[in-house]
């Protein structure tokens, strides 16, 4: 069955970087885009960026633009997110998600596995 | 950017009772709407895409429904487990926006 494993979380001063990874198994990891959603203490789903399945195209929202960057390695099924820069804003669990985008009868993207999260702590 | 508006914020229901949560879209969204539902400290779990089909091992009771800008998620018959906190996203176009949450719980 599809697993997506979140690490890297921890505690990190504000203005420090932090790489978070996602270990994917049980599907085709190359065959899919795949997003990194967020949700800060208390709050709601955030969501943080996209990568397609060949790494060809990202897209990310406002809030972390020109600071994170998301990528994949599919020799190692591994998604990544590098967050740079980081503020106390920031704080938050992370998970990575497995997007499908179907094309036939129903046409529909959504996400269909999730991580159970990374928790990330930015303060001094 | 999209935004998309949940209502109510929060209900509370009964065991056996029918509720439904509302989400508006800014903009048209054609039918790209989807439903997860967050049970606390997990990861949240898709239950309606498209805005009307049912994700494959969740009960029928779920029912999604609208298109354009509204959109209904209707549960029937509420069990315990059902008392969550349910979240509309849309995937029309990046970034994929997501309600507010609206939080389910026992009255």
């Known amino acids: 069955q599809v697993q997506l494993a979140e690490s890297g979380g921890g505690v990190v001063q504000p203005g420090r970087s932090l790489r978070l990874s996602c270990a994917a198994s049980?599907?085709?990891?190359?065959?899919?885009?795949m997003h990194w959603v967020r949700q800060a203490p208390g709050k709601g789903l955030e969501w943080v960026a996209v990568?397609?399945?060949?790494?060809?195209?990202?897209y990310y929202a406002d809030s972390v633009k020109g600071r994170f960057a998301i990528s994949r390695d599919n020799s190692k099924n591994t998604l990544y997110l590098q967050m740079n820069s980081l503020r106390a804003e920031d704080t938050a669990v992370y998970y990575c998600?497995?997007?499908?985008?179907?094309?036939?009868?129903?046409?529909?993207?959504?996400?269909?596995?999730w991580g159970q999260g990374t928790l990330v702590t930015v303060s001094s | 950017d999209i935004q998309m508006t949940q209502s109510p914020s929060s209900l509370s229901a009964s065991v056996g009772d029918r509720v439904t949560i509302t989400c508006r879209a800014s903009q048209s969204i054609s039918n790209y709407l989807n439903w997860y539902q967050q049970r606390p400290g997990k990861a949240p779990n898709l239950l309606i895409f498209a805005a009307s089909s049912l994700q494959s091992g969740v009960p029928s009771r779920f029912i999604g429904g609208g298109s354009g800008t509204d959109f209904t998620l209707t549960i029937s018959n509420l069990q315990p487990e059902d008392f969550a906190t349910y979240y509309c996203q849309q995937s029309y176009g990046t970034p994929y926006t997501f309600g507010q949450g609206s939080k389910l719980d026992i009255k």
């Open positions: 998600a497995k997007e499908v985008y179907s094309f036939g009868e129903i046409i529909a993207r959504y996400f269909d596995s």
């Open positions: 990568i397609w399945y060949d790494g060809g195209t990202t």
């Open positions: 049980g599907f085709t990891f190359s065959s899919y885009g």
